[in-house]
């Protein structure tokens, strides 16, 4: 199933609805199709994006155990602590639900993941969790990109985390210049924000 064209405008790319599947990455979270998966996480589609009951693509991920596609998330910023209506589950609750060798699987991920600091810096950028990188806890070059080549830097922007974007630039020596996987900058990712504070901080930078 062809879900998004390559050459259309990938900033509506959170807005297209599949019935009750929710959006394409929801939809092929669900599925577990991970190369549709990683293709639409480099279109800019929001992982964290709350749908169906409140549900992100990672809670969806992990309760149909896809191990693959929640390592995947996981280590490309999805937060895993966002609750959905289902009890308030977070996404790891979601996984300890099955307990089949799949939900087991699901789980280890989770641990493994979210556990290793020299993986989960990307979530806490994404949440924009300042205080993780103020107390040095960074392991790796604050430079160094996930899998879609987007830098600490460019998905701390894309949510919007003033704060945490200037103390990447003023104190990790984070690069303004780089580029992902589909030649979008940090600049492009404060316009995706809609934050003007960003925007113009980022202008600012040269």
Known sequence: ??????????????????????????FACRSG???VVQFLVGCGADSDLPQVNNSTSLHVASWYSQADVVRFLLENGANPDLKNNF?????????????????????????????DKSKNHFIKAYCGDLEYFKEGN???????????????????????????????????NANVKC????????LHAAAISKSKQLIRYILDQG
Not at 92 to 108: C, F, H, P, S, V
């Open 1 to 26: 199933m062809r879900l998004v064209d390559e050459d259309q405008d990938h900033s509506l790319i959170n807005k297209h609805k599949l019935g009750k599947f929710g959006t394409p990455l929801y």
């Open 33 to 35: 199709q991970l190369k």
């Open 87 to 115: 009890g308030s589950a977070s996404p790891y609750e979601e996984a300890k639900i099955q307990k089949d060798k799949w939900g087991i699987l699901t789980q280890k991920v989770f641990e493994e993941v979210v556990g």
């Open 138 to 172: 960074l392991t790796v070059d604050v430079n160094d990109p996930n899998f879609c080549g987007q830098s600490l830097l460019y998905l701390a922007t894309l949510k919007g985390h003033y704060d945490l974007a200037v103390h990447l630039i003023e104190e990790q």
């Open 179 to 186: 580029l992902d996987h589909r030649n979008s900058t940090v």
